[in-house]
């Protein structure tokens, strides 16, 4: 079938502005366990031996699904308690871990044909041959074509469900895969009862008003991030900061206006940034602070005045909109108030909306940027 643009300027904006719908589709497929007897409000359809005695996770990616990754490591280690390992997938089919028992590989891949991913996930399949059968069961796919190759290779597989992106910078898939992450975790956490029960079904009622709140977002941020994105014709750099659960949505941001505006950014947890990004900062290097009410909230806003002190054109990415961000920021992003837990799902979407718009802004063609593919399937 052809997908259209839908009166969208690009695929990339009809993309982003589909992530409600995303979100939607996998809260019905995933998280509407009602059998009573069920041990977990969550339903992936894995068997009853992939949960026994899980020690381990280790996970392989490459880009946008790498991200996607570091946001599943923080919910299974904090939620399943779960000591998870990420690796870019090119790095692990060279140097893997060494083999543990009762270890799960997780491949994160949207389109199911990046080559490392692949050949990682191959390796790995390979080296547990000829170890006791729960090895081997224990690779999981989370994909958005579960048709493809890693559809194949793996013997469970998370579809991610966003349908086809055409966008070759992920939004829509990356937002579906960390509702991925957040039904695979909770789903541990259910089984090995790391979480208890209320506690699952209050951040799974906070899931279900995420839709809302990314449609809240986008309508808020519209006009915002397309006017903001005027001010930087010129600029030849930009940080990004976050913490915590966070910190790959700052990545994130970095990736997505690198690639399609071809714009140097940094993403870096904002507790680092005095080793090193510091000596970047001055006034034409804007820096965007993720600043989430929580754990972290009052570490970001002191890393983030810190950069202001450099004369850095402050903007955040905050709920809050009291006087002290208002003295804070010079400019606000504003997100709907949202339990920082589930906050990466909202935070991120400002993001993208400001990568695309100053692409679009400068001319460049955001839906195929140079040099990139939609998926890369050579080594
Ligand atoms: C390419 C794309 C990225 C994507 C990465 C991984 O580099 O340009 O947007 O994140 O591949 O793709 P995958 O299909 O494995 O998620």
């Not at 839906?367 to 998926?375: C, E, G, V, Y």
Request: glycine share 6%; hydrophobic share 45%.
């Amino acid at each position: 079938t052809m997908v259209e643009k839908q009166g969208f300027k690009h695929f990339m904006l009809k993309e982003i502005y589909e992530q409600p719908g995303v979100v939607r589709a996998s809260l019905e497929a995933y998280f509407t366990n009602i059998e009573e007897s069920s041990e977990s409000p969550i339903n992936l359809g894995l068997p009853r031996e992939f949960y026994a005695d899980l020690a381990q996770i280790q996970i392989v990616a490459c880009g946008t699904s790498w991200h996607a990754a570091l946001v599943g490591k923080y919910l299974l280690e904090q939620l399943a308690g779960i000591s998870t390992q990420v690796h870019y997938a090119s790095e692990y089919r060279y140097a893997p871990s060494p083999l543990t028992p009762n270890t799960l590989i997780i491949g994160v891949t949207q389109s199911g044909e990046t080559a490392d991913t692949l050949a990682a996930l191959a390796m790995e399949k390979e080296r547990r041959q000829g170890q006791e059968p729960q090895y081997q069961a224990r690779l999981l796919g989370i994909t958005n074509r579960p048709e493809s190759s890693l559809g194949l290779m793996v013997p469970h597989i998370i579809n991610t469900l966003a349908g086809i992106e055409i966008g070759v910078a992920a939004t829509k898939t990356f937002i579906a895969q960390l509702m991925a992450f957040y039904a695979l975790a909770l789903d541990l956490a259910a089984h090995r009862q790391t979480v208890p029960l209320e506690k699952l079904v209050e951040i799974i009622n906070g899931l279900r008003q995420i839709p809302k709140e990314i449609e809240a977002t986008l309508e808020a941020q519209e006009s915002l991030t397309e006017h903001l994105a005027h001010d930087f014709a010129e600029t030849k750099d930009f940080i990004f900061l976050g913490r915590g659960i966070n910190f790959p949505i700052a990545l994130e941001g970095a990736l997505k206006l690198k690639e399609i505006s071809y714009i140097h950014a940094e993403g870096y947890p904002a507790g680092e940034m005095k080793h090193g990004p510091i000596a970047l900062l001055d006034a034409k290097v804007p820096v965007v602070a993720i600043a989430i009410p929580g754990s972290v909230y009052e570490k970001v806003i002191s890393n983030a005045q810190e950069a202001k002190a450099r004369d850095s054109r402050l903007i955040g990415v905050t709920p809050v909109n009291d006087g002290e961000a208002a003295e804070i920021f010079n400019d606000l992003l504003p997100v709907s108030s949202v339990d920082e837990l589930l906050s990466p799902i909202l935070t991120v979407v400002p993001l993208q909306l400001l990568a695309y718009h100053i692409a679009a802004r400068r001319g460049l063609d955001v839906d195929q940027p140079r040099n990139l593919a939609k998926s890369v399937t050579v080594e």
